[in-house]
């Protein structure tokens, strides 16, 4: 009777373990990452820029076409074919002390930070209408200059957590 018993409990954590697997195969992801199905490429258009760091233009824009389609499912394409546009204004640019010791010759600087703010929006072509967007999304990256650190270290580190809070933000409509 213990085998009998033991074949059952097997039978049963068999059956338990089936049903969990096919379960979970009602959660998945399809091309388009969540997005209305019709949506399958994106155009990164150029960010206007109201900041005196005219470079900024050309990395976030860059830096935007290089990660956010894949990372949301989507392929790139040029504004006329595709399916959504991804466009923004970097709305400020700060780079700042947030560490230091004041010192009658200078402040002696420890750490600074590099802001970036952003309005973006994702729009879907088809159905005339946005999908996602944020007024003011910001991201900040941190370097020590006593230790070696630039503001393109800092600034590079924005541009990353800012990539991030792109797809975050996208990705949290679905």
Same mark, same amino acid.
């Given at each position: 009777?213990?085998?009998?018993?033991?074949?059952?409990?097997?039978?049963?954590?068999?059956?338990?373990?089936? /049903?969990?697997?096919?379960?979970?195969?009602?959660?998945? /992801?399809?091309?388009g990452g969540g997005f209305p199905g019709h949506i399958d490429s994106i155009a990164i258009l150029p960010l206007d820029n109201r900041?005196?760091?005219?470079? /900024?233009?050309?990395?976030?824009?860059?830096?935007?076409?290089?990660?956010?389609?894949?990372?949301?499912?989507?392929?790139?394409?040029?504004?006329?074919?595709?399916?959504?546009? /991804?466009?923004?204004?970097?709305?400020?640019?700060? &780079?700042?002390?947030?560490?230091?010791?004041?010192?009658?010759?200078?402040?002696?600087?420890?750490?600074r930070r590099v802001e970036i703010t952003i309005s973006i929006e994702v729009y879907d072509v088809r159905e005339e209408q946005v999908?996602?967007?944020?007024?003011?999304?910001?991201?900040?990256?941190?370097?020590?200059?006593?230790?070696?650190?630039?503001?393109?270290?800092?600034?590079?580190?924005?541009? &990353?957590?800012?990539?991030?809070?792109?797809?975050?933000?996208?990705?949290?409509?679905?």
């Amino acid at each position: 009777m213990s085998r009998s018993r033991s074949a059952s409990s097997t039978s049963r954590l068999a059956s338990l373990a089936l /049903l969990a697997l096919v379960g979970c195969g009602v959660y998945s /992801l399809t091309g388009g990452g969540g997005f209305p199905g019709h949506i399958d490429s994106i155009a990164i258009l150029p960010l206007d820029n109201r900041t005196t760091q005219f470079t /900024l233009t050309q990395e976030l824009t860059q830096a935007i076409a290089d990660e956010v389609p894949g990372r949301l499912g989507l392929r790139p394409a040029d504004e006329g074919s595709a399916d959504a546009i /991804l466009r923004g204004t970097i709305t400020r640019y700060n &780079d700042r002390a947030i560490n230091y010791q004041p010192d009658p010759e200078g402040p002696v600087i420890f750490q600074r930070r590099v802001e970036i703010t952003i309005s973006i929006e994702v729009y879907d072509v088809r159905e005339e209408q946005v999908l996602w967007s944020s007024r003011a999304l910001s991201a900040v990256g941190e370097y020590e200059p006593d230790a070696g650190g630039t503001e393109e270290e800092g600034r590079l580190l924005a541009i &990353d957590n800012l990539i991030q809070a792109v797809i975050d933000g996208a990705q949290s409509q679905w």
